[in-house]
C-alpha cells in the first residue's frame, strides 16, 4: 500500500496529469475563495460596531476563522471535484500502469452525480462537527483523521471499483478489505490535512485507489 501510495504521489505531478490537476487545483481554490468571500460577506453584513477598533478585531478574527474553517472544507470540496475528474484520472491510469487489462466503464452522469453530491454531504457534516470540536484539545484531530480516513477511503475506492463491478460486489468487496481501504483512507485524510498540498487530492486519491483496486483484486 506505501508503495502505490509513492507512486499515486509522484504520478500526480507528471505530465500525464498535469492538464486535470491544474483544472481540479484550480476549480477548488475558486469554490473555497467563494465559499470564503461568501461568508465574510454575511458575517460583516450581520455584524457591524460602532467603534472603528472593534470593528477592524471583528473583521481580523473572522478572516482568522474563515481560513481555519476553510482547512475542514477541503474534505468535502474536494470530494465534490473528484467526481467532475475521477473518470478522466482513472481512465489514464488504467490506460498506463495496466495497458494488460480491460479498461472499465464510466459511471451514468445521474447516477454519478448523486453519488457525489450524497458523498458531498456526508463530509460537510463530518467536517463541520470536527470544525466545532476545535476547542477540545485532540478530540477534533481523532474525529478529523478517523471519519475522513474512513469517508474518504470509502468513497475514493467506491468510485474506483464501479468502474468494473456493480455496487453490490463493491460492497462486498469494501467489506472483505476494510481495513487495507481505511488504512488507504488515512493516508488520504493526511494529504488532505496539509495546506496547499491538499489541493491535489482529488487526482492522487483516485490513482492511488485505482491501483489498490486493482492489487485487492487480484488478491481475491
Same mark, same amino acid.
Given at each position: +500500500?506505501?508503495? !502505490? %501510495?509513492?507512486t499515486?504521489?509522484?504520478?500526480t505531478?507528471?505530465?500525464?496529469?498535469?492538464?486535470v490537476?491544474?483544472? @481540479?487545483?484550480g476549480?477548488?481554490? /475558486?469554490? *473555497?475563495?467563494?465559499?470564503?468571500v /461568501?461568508?465574510?460577506?454575511? &458575517?460583516?453584513?450581520? =455584524?457591524?460596531?460602532?467603534?472603528?477598533? %472593534?470593528q477592524?478585531?471583528? !473583521?481580523?478574527?473572522? %478572516?482568522f476563522?474563515?481560513?481555519?474553517?476553510?482547512?475542514f472544507?477541503?474534505?468535502?470540496?474536494?470530494? &465534490?471535484?473528484?467526481?467532475?475528474?475521477?473518470?478522466?484520472?482513472a481512465?489514464?491510469? $488504467?490506460?498506463?500502469?495496466f495497458? $494488460?487489462?480491460?479498461? /472499465?466503464?464510466?459511471?451514468?452522469i445521474?447516477?454519478?452525480?448523486v453519488l457525489?453530491l450524497?458523498?458531498?454531504?456526508? +463530509?460537510?457534516a463530518?467536517?463541520? =462537527? %470536527?470544525? *466545532?470540536?476545535?476547542?477540545?484539545?485532540?478530540?477534533? *484531530?481523532?474525529?478529523?483523521?478517523?471519519?475522513?480516513?474512513?469517508?474518504l477511503?470509502? $468513497?475514493?475506492?467506491? &468510485?474506483?471499483?464501479?468502474?468494473?463491478?456493480?455496487?453490490? $460486489?463493491?460492497a &462486498?468487496l469494501?467489506r472483505?478489505?476494510?481495513?487495507?481501504i481505511?488504512?488507504?483512507?488515512?493516508?488520504?485524510?493526511?494529504?488532505? @490535512?496539509?495546506?496547499i498540498?491538499?489541493l491535489?487530492?482529488?487526482?492522487?486519491?483516485?490513482?492511488? +485507489?485505482?491501483r489498490?483496486h486493482?492489487?485487492? @483484486?487480484?488478491?481475491?
Amino acid at each position: +500500500m506505501l508503495r !502505490d %501510495a509513492l507512486t499515486a504521489f509522484a504520478q500526480t505531478f507528471s505530465p500525464e496529469y498535469r492538464r486535470v490537476l491544474l483544472r @481540479s487545483v484550480g476549480l477548488a481554490i /475558486g469554490l *473555497l475563495i467563494a465559499l470564503g468571500v /461568501g461568508a465574510h460577506y454575511a &458575517l460583516t453584513y450581520f =455584524v457591524t460596531l460602532d467603534l472603528r477598533w %472593534a470593528q477592524i478585531t471583528v !473583521d481580523i478574527l473572522a %478572516a482568522f476563522g474563515i481560513f481555519i474553517g476553510a482547512i475542514f472544507l477541503v474534505p468535502p470540496v474536494t470530494s &465534490l471535484i473528484a467526481g467532475l475528474f475521477l473518470d478522466d484520472v482513472a481512465a489514464q491510469v $488504467e490506460r498506463t500502469d495496466f495497458p $494488460e487489462e480491460r479498461e /472499465g466503464q464510466a459511471l451514468p452522469i445521474g447516477r454519478s452525480l448523486v453519488l457525489t453530491l450524497k458523498f458531498f454531504g456526508v +463530509m460537510l457534516a463530518v467536517n463541520l =462537527v %470536527a470544525l *466545532l470540536l476545535l476547542l477540545v484539545p485532540g478530540v477534533n *484531530l481523532v474525529v478529523f483523521y478517523v471519519a475522513n480516513g474512513y469517508l474518504l477511503g470509502r $468513497e475514493y475506492f467506491q &468510485l474506483a471499483a464501479m468502474r468494473y463491478r456493480s455496487e453490490d $460486489e463493491v460492497a &462486498l468487496l469494501r467489506r472483505h478489505h476494510g481495513i487495507a481501504i481505511f488504512l488507504a483512507g488515512l493516508v488520504i485524510a493526511a494529504v488532505v @490535512s496539509v495546506p496547499i498540498l491538499n489541493l491535489v487530492t482529488p487526482v492522487f486519491a483516485t490513482i492511488f +485507489m485505482v491501483r489498490l483496486h486493482k492489487r485487492l @483484486s487480484r488478491a481475491g
